[in-house]
């Protein structure tokens, strides 16, 4: 009868262990979606020319690179 209950009581941990893993797995795969949609809002959205400046290298001791 001990048997019976601790086979229960597992059976129980288990299914609510793999109770969690969907739900982690769900909200892990609704924040890339999150992100994803930002960064594809962030790409279709920007203006062009508000870019980072380029630095333009003045020091004449550097040399060209071939």
Do not use: C, N, S
């Not at 129980?12 to 109770?19: G, H, I, N, S």
């Not at 790409?43 to 060209?64: L, S, W």
Request: hydrophobic share 45%.
């Amino acid at each position: 009868m001990a048997h019976d209950t601790t086979e229960q009581r597992r059976l129980a941990l288990e299914k609510k262990r793999e109770r969690y893993v969907w739900y982690y797995l769900g909200y892990f795969l609704f924040g890339i979606h999150i992100v994803a949609f930002v960064m594809i809002y962030a790409v279709t959205h920007a203006k062009a020319g508000h870019t980072a400046p380029r630095i333009a290298i003045t020091d004449p001791t550097v040399a060209p690179l071939p």
